[in-house]
């Protein structure tokens, strides 16, 4: 569960916020009410960083990875020919 907390009330309940993100809660923090940046446990920050480094474009292949045995599902995912986009079908 994540909540929102200003960035004023963080620097007044830093600790507070700390053993949230050790219980496994996310806390957004925001300034002026829009999000600037979150404060998330640390199990999750692998997950995050891999994410972002595989992009949009790699799609599954990049985020595969990180188990025994997953070399071979990035590989093969790599070599399969992507396909177009559907084309949608016309009803008339």
């Known amino acids: ?6 960035a004023a009330q963080v620097k007044a309940r830093f600790a507070d916020c700390l053993r949230s993100a050790e219980r496994g809660d996310s806390v957004l923090i925001t300034r002026h009410g829009k999000p600037v940046a979150a404060l998330v446990p640390a199990s999750e920050l692998e997950q995050l960083e891999r994410l972002r480094a595989a992009g949009p474009e790699k799609g599954l292949a990049g985020i595969a990875g990180g188990w025994k045995g997953s070399e071979e599902l990035v590989r093969a995912m790599g070599s399969l020919k992507r396909t177009g986009p559907r ?5 008339d």
Do not use: E, G, K, N
């Open 87 to 91: 084309r949608t079908a016309r009803l």
């Open 1 to 6: 569960m994540s909540r929102r907390i200003s």
